[in-house]
Protein backbone atom coordinates (compact mmCIF):
# COMPACT_ATOMS: atom_id res chain seq x y z
CA UNK A 1 0.00 0.00 0.00
CA UNK A 2 2.59 2.33 0.76
CA UNK A 3 3.74 1.76 -2.46
CA UNK A 4 0.41 2.27 -4.51
CA UNK A 5 0.03 -1.68 -5.03
CA UNK A 6 -3.83 -1.57 -3.12
CA UNK A 7 -4.96 -4.36 -6.21
CA UNK A 8 -1.86 -6.58 -5.43
CA UNK A 9 -2.30 -5.91 -1.27
CA UNK A 10 -5.98 -7.06 -1.32
CA UNK A 11 -5.13 -9.96 -3.52
CA UNK A 12 -2.94 -11.00 -1.00
CA UNK A 13 -4.95 -10.30 2.17
CA UNK A 14 -8.19 -11.49 0.75
CA UNK A 15 -6.15 -14.86 -0.71
CA UNK A 16 -4.77 -15.21 3.08
CA UNK A 17 -7.85 -14.79 4.72
CA UNK A 18 -9.43 -17.65 2.54
CA UNK A 19 -6.41 -20.06 3.03
CA UNK A 20 -6.60 -19.06 6.84
CA UNK A 21 -10.77 -19.90 6.93
CA UNK A 22 -11.10 -16.18 7.57
CA UNK A 23 -9.16 -15.01 10.47
CA UNK A 24 -9.54 -11.86 11.65
CA UNK A 25 -5.90 -10.78 11.60
CA UNK A 26 -5.97 -11.05 7.49
CA UNK A 27 -9.73 -9.88 7.47
CA UNK A 28 -8.77 -6.42 8.80
CA UNK A 29 -5.79 -6.34 6.64
CA UNK A 30 -8.22 -6.75 4.34
CA UNK A 31 -10.62 -4.39 5.30
CA UNK A 32 -7.42 -1.40 5.04
CA UNK A 33 -6.91 -2.42 2.16
CA UNK A 34 -10.31 -1.76 0.55
CA UNK A 35 -10.24 1.59 2.53
CA UNK A 36 -7.57 2.77 0.84
CA UNK A 37 -7.95 1.66 -2.32
CA UNK A 38 -11.29 4.30 -1.87
CA UNK A 39 -13.60 0.42 -2.30
CA UNK A 40 -15.45 2.11 1.49
CA UNK A 41 -18.38 -0.18 0.64
CA UNK A 42 -16.02 -3.51 1.01
CA UNK A 43 -14.08 -2.27 3.82
CA UNK A 44 -17.30 -1.68 5.83
CA UNK A 45 -18.63 -4.80 5.12
CA UNK A 46 -15.68 -6.53 5.98
CA UNK A 47 -15.86 -3.87 9.71
CA UNK A 48 -19.44 -5.51 9.91
CA UNK A 49 -18.00 -8.89 9.78
CA UNK A 50 -15.04 -8.14 12.42
CA UNK A 51 -17.46 -6.56 14.72
CA UNK A 52 -20.09 -8.57 14.44
CA UNK A 53 -18.22 -12.05 15.22
CA UNK A 54 -16.14 -9.80 18.17
CA UNK A 55 -18.99 -11.03 20.61
CA UNK A 56 -18.67 -14.62 20.22
CA UNK A 57 -14.85 -15.37 19.17
CA UNK A 58 -11.66 -13.65 19.50
CA UNK A 59 -11.05 -10.56 17.40
CA UNK A 60 -8.16 -8.50 17.44
CA UNK A 61 -9.27 -5.11 18.58
CA UNK A 62 -5.78 -3.73 16.43
CA UNK A 63 -7.77 -5.74 13.28
CA UNK A 64 -10.87 -3.37 13.55
CA UNK A 65 -8.88 -0.62 14.38
CA UNK A 66 -7.03 -1.42 10.81
CA UNK A 67 -10.37 -0.92 8.70
CA UNK A 68 -10.81 1.77 10.54
CA UNK A 69 -7.99 3.65 9.35
CA UNK A 70 -7.93 2.69 5.84
CA UNK A 71 -11.74 4.15 5.83
CA UNK A 72 -10.25 7.78 6.84
CA UNK A 73 -12.31 6.82 10.66
CA UNK A 74 -9.15 7.82 12.84
CA UNK A 75 -11.37 8.93 16.40
CA UNK A 76 -12.87 5.13 15.92
CA UNK A 77 -9.14 3.78 15.48
CA UNK A 78 -8.12 5.03 18.60
CA UNK A 79 -11.01 4.23 20.67
CA UNK A 80 -10.48 0.01 19.42
CA UNK A 81 -6.85 1.05 20.46
CA UNK A 82 -7.47 2.36 23.53
CA UNK A 83 -9.48 -1.02 24.09
CA UNK A 84 -6.74 -3.23 22.86
CA UNK A 85 -4.59 -1.71 25.43
CA UNK A 86 -7.10 -2.17 28.30
CA UNK A 87 -6.94 -5.89 27.07
CA UNK A 88 -2.96 -5.66 27.28
CA UNK A 89 -2.80 -7.16 23.70
CA UNK A 90 0.68 -7.91 22.63
CA UNK A 91 0.16 -6.57 19.18
CA UNK A 92 -0.13 -3.27 20.42
CA UNK A 93 4.09 -2.78 21.00
CA UNK A 94 3.90 -3.59 16.92
CA UNK A 95 1.81 -0.48 16.16
CA UNK A 96 4.40 1.80 15.62
CA UNK A 97 5.45 -0.46 12.66
CA UNK A 98 2.06 -1.41 11.37
CA UNK A 99 1.07 0.38 7.98
CA UNK A 100 -2.48 0.56 8.61
CA UNK A 101 -2.01 2.65 11.33
CA UNK A 102 0.43 5.29 9.68
CA UNK A 103 -1.98 8.45 9.51
CA UNK A 104 -1.97 7.81 13.15
CA UNK A 105 1.78 8.35 14.17
CA UNK A 106 1.73 12.32 13.48
CA UNK A 107 -1.25 12.60 16.19
CA UNK A 108 -0.84 12.75 19.94
CA UNK A 109 -2.66 10.47 20.85
CA UNK A 110 -0.19 7.50 19.02
CA UNK A 111 2.22 8.76 21.78
CA UNK A 112 0.00 8.44 24.89
CA UNK A 113 -0.83 4.90 23.03
CA UNK A 114 2.98 3.82 22.81
CA UNK A 115 3.98 4.92 26.10
CA UNK A 116 0.60 2.92 28.03
Not at 19 to 28: A, C, H, S, W
Not at 94 to 110: E, G, M, V
Amino acid sequence: MRLGQENEAIELFERAATIMDRLPFFLGFAGWAYGVAGRANEARALLDELITRAPHEYVPKTSIGYVLCGLGQFDEAFAYLDRAIDDRKPMMSLTAYCPPFDPLLQDPRFEVLLAA
